[in-house]
Each structure stands twice: as C-alpha cells, then as structure tokens.
C-alpha cells in the first residue's frame, strides 16, 4: 500500500519570503513523486516531478522539490512567495501495486496564502 | 492541442436524475482517468482506463459507470445521482508508462451540484 501526508493543510507566509510545504510518503515500490498545484477554479498543473534521477529536482515557477529516501519526504520549496504563488498544492505519489498496475495517491492538498 | 476537455463546466441535477460527463484529449495517451475532488480529501480515483475498451475500477466506483470506445473519449455516467456526488469531478490523461510518462494532464473540472 502507498500513502501521501501533507503535513500542513494551510500555509500563511508574506510576500518576498521562503515557502516551504512538507510532505511524507510511504510505498512498497521505488516511487515517483509529484506536486501539482491548483488554482482557484482551476484544473491541476504540474509544478515538478521525481522520477528516480536527479533527488533535487527543479520546476517551473522557481519551485524545487528534494527527494530524502531516508525521510520518506518530498519537500516542495522557494526561495521567495509571490502573490501569483497563492493556490492549492498537491503532493502525489505513484508506485506499482501488488497487481503490477502502477497508482496514483494524492495527498489532501495544502493551501497557501501568500500576504501582501 | 486542445489538451484535455470537460463538459459540461458546471451542472446541477436533483436526485436521481442521470448525465454524462464527457472528457476527450487529443494527446493520443493511453491513459486516462476520472478523479473526483472534495474539500480536504484531495482527488479519488472513481474509474480508469489504460486503452481502448478497458476500463477498471479505481477508489470510489460505486454509482459511476465508465465506456472507452476510443483513445480520445472517456465519458463518466452518473445512473442516478445522489447528494453524496456532489463533487469536482476531473479527468487526467497520461501516456501511461512509469517515469515521464505517469505525468498526468488534467481538464479543467465539472462542478457538479445533486439537490
């Protein structure tokens, strides 16, 4: 079985400074790990993936995201919020399952608010 | 490319009436999936399908049915709607293998309200 933890369900931080949203996961499998982030009213967007190469893996918007196998954690960082940061993030992960079908998993989001 | 579409944006139906939500993609992905999204729960896999004429259940099948008579349609059926499936409903394509290819494309989203 696999599971996601988004630690935080609501991140507040100010304009300028670093974001951090945490995330656990567990799997049986060598995972792949992704965060998507949603805005309001929106569909999902793919923010960065780690697909067993690099461990720090960058995205798009300045976010970046390190791999810990040894802290089962997929952290998703930057080193400065903008306002336009302000949505929904998801952590996802993907393993094969005891039937050989590979599955997603998401984690139940963390919403950041970013102040002026 | 139009990527992945959704229609209707938003429904509203009262209880036990029944509709279908359509989802194409014009990526040629194997893969695709219908997902629905309730505060604080994030997204549960309802049914995919990993081809033409194969479709399996995911997390929360019950009262869903699903088709796939091509690569570019996936239909979601509601049989007779219930308040519980008041909900986003999303559908997500992929190509379909492991690494790069379990990126998963996104609709926009149904918002669909059951009185």
């Known amino acids: 079985a696999q599971s996601v933890t988004q630690l935080d369900s609501h991140v507040s931080v100010s304009e300028g400074t670093p974001v951090l949203l945490r995330c656990n996961y567990s799997s049986s499998y060598s995972p792949s790990l992704f965060w998507y982030v949603q805005h309001p009213n929106k569909g999902l967007q793919l923010l960065l993936k780690?697909?067993?190469?690099?461990?720090l893996v960058k995205g798009i918007n300045g976010f970046e995201a390190e791999f810990k196998k040894s802290e089962t954690s997929f952290h998703l960082t930057k080193p400065s919020a903008h306002m336009s940061d302000a949505a929904e993030y998801f952590c996802?992960?993907?393993?094969?399952?005891?039937?050989?079908?590979?599955?997603?998993?998401f984690g139940s989001g963390t919403r950041l608010q970013v102040q002026p | 490319n139009a990527g992945v579409t959704q229609t209707p944006k938003f429904q509203v139906l009262k209880t036990g009436q029944s509709m279908t939500l359509q989802c194409a993609q014009d990526m040629n992905h194997e893969y695709m999936s219908w997902y629905r999204q309730d505060p604080g729960m994030g997204l549960r896999l309802i049914h995919y399908?990993?081809?033409?004429?194969?479709?399996d259940q995911g997390e929360v099948p019950n009262g869903y049915n699903v088709s796939r008579s091509t690569t570019e349609d996936f239909p979601l059926r509601l049989l007779s709607a219930a308040p519980s499936q008041t909900s986003v409903y999303f559908c997500a394509s992929s190509l379909g293998g492991t690494g790069d290819q379990e990126t998963q494309y996104f609709g926009p989203g149904t918002r669909l309200l059951v009185l």
């Open positions: 399908s990993v081809g033409a004429g194969i479709t």
């Open positions: 780690y697909t067993s190469a690099a461990t």
């Open positions: 996802v992960v993907s393993s094969r399952m005891d039937t050989g079908r590979r599955a997603l998993t």
